[in-house]
């Protein structure tokens, strides 16, 4: 019989502690699995997210357009807005009416425009605003039917009017600094105070065009006729999409590269003042004087065009620098204009938006309240700055080269005017913003160069060194 001894004090310690240790180690080991699979499971479907929405940079295929216009409209002039910007090989969507347009079938295979969708009858819908259009509800329904369209592989929705002028590749950049997997409505106010007091500043105005991410297209369209039975009430077709957005808890994103143009006359003001962002969309052009002077508004667009074919990016975007030599202060929209003062003014005094144009509507004293700060111009015409005009640019091995001449006025001057010159040329580098840049925007900067003739001046483009100061010397 074998005789088992008891395990002395000192064992029975040293037992104690090695299990202490062992268990300690393994409840360690067992709290990091722990911890690790807790971190991972809730960070791996964001980074994996967010490592697809990086890989991939959002294109116009990702996109699909809902134009909305009646078959009067689209008949006339309003098509030819629509096929300035229409890129068929790369670009999906519809221009929804209310039937077919007589000629339909000669144009079936025209690429150059949208294809033709009727929408849906929308005759049991109520609409009870006084003297307004019930075809505003038509035109609120292109949101949830370009959606039943069931396009693949779409990132955003975008929806404008028929005299909304889109500007593709600016869109898809401002598009791509945001997450398209998330619930977005991006678009613009109007310019008018009023405007916004009356249908909402958390509205995109239709005309100047919004976009609607997919996901969040995807739920308003499976809401949005019931949503709309509650909102006869309401004017325009741009209240009933943000109402029904409201209701799914989803405010507006601003972005003011969109435009709705609620101004007439002359807009040279408001365009030669475009704040840091890319231009997206244009409207109202009908409704306003053409944007070059001794041109049609459609010449015009196309000449504008010339330029957005080059620097897309660059177009209207504001540099300001000094002429030492004599005191001028020259302010660049890349694209469109320079303007030369005869003498040196702070940076903040040439921002402002020159009032060159006149309200929208006779009212009271807010409806000629603007939603950006303006400067009214000089009553003599001759004490104004000189403007010179996008004559043509083209693409060198060093750049590419703008040049702007003279529009001329009846003005004397001496040889220290400004008035003296007849033509700028402006030298830049092709802009392509990344998300950085895209997210937080700075003016570039520029440089008065060495001119051969007193009647040229010449002007470098470029980005300001980091502690650089745009100001006079």
Known sequence: MQLIQSPTKAQVSSRLINLYIISSSVCTLFLFISFFLVFTSSKLPYSSSHDAYAATSTSLEHVVFGIASN?????????????????????????????????????????????????????????????????????????S?????????????????????????????????????????????????????????????????FAISYPLAKALAKVFDTCIERYPHLYGSDSRISSCLAELGVGLT??????????????????????????????????????????????????????????????????VCYDRWFSWTVSVSWGYAVQIYGNHMLLPDVLPVQETFKQWKKGPVLSGVYTFNTIEQHPDPCRRPVVFFLDRVSSREDGIMSIYKKSY???????????????????????????????APRRHCCDILPSTGGKVMDIAIRECKDEELIHMH
């Not at 949208?114 to 109520?126: K, L, Q, Y």
């Not at 601003?254 to 003042?273: I, Y």
């Not at 400004?418 to 580098?429: A, G, I, M, N, T």
């Open 409 to 439: 006025a009846n003005c004397s001057y001496d040889m220290a005017s400004p008035r003296k010159l007849e033509e700028v040329r402006v030298l830049s580098h092709k802009l392509d913003l990344n998300i950085k840049q895209l997210q």
């Open 145 to 209: 039917e370009t959606v039943a369209l069931n396009h693949s592989n779409v990132r955003w929705y975008v929806f404008g009017d028929d005299d909304t002028v889109f500007f593709p590749e600016n869109l898809v950049k401002t598009l791509s600094k945001y997450d398209h997997e998330l619930w977005y409505y991006i678009g613009a106010n109007s310019e008018i105070y009023e405007q916004n007091r009356v249908f909402g500043f958390g509205m995109a105005f239709g005309g100047a065009g």
């Open 254 to 319: 601003h972005e003011p590269g969109f435009h709705q143009n609620d101004l007439r006359g002359d807009t040279f003001g408001v365009l030669a003042s475009h704040p840091l962002s890319p231009l997206v969309s244009l409207h109202h052009l009908q409704h306003t004087d053409p944007i070059f002077p001794n041109m049609t508004t459609m010449q015009a667009l196309q000449h504008l065009l010339k330029a957005v074919n080059v620097d897309s990016q660059r177009i209207l975007q504001k540099t």
């Open 71 to 143: 078959q009067k409209s689209w008949t006339t002039q309003r098509k030819e807005y629509v096929r300035l910007w229409w890129k068929g090989h790369s670009m999906r969507g519809c221009v929804f009416l209310e039937s077919l347009p007589r000629d339909h079938q000669n144009h079936t295979n025209d690429t150059s425009l949208p294809p033709v969708c009727i929408s849906g009858d929308t005759s049991g819908f109520r609409y009870t605003y006084r003297n307004g259009l019930r075809s505003a509800i038509r035109v609120a329904r292109v949101v």
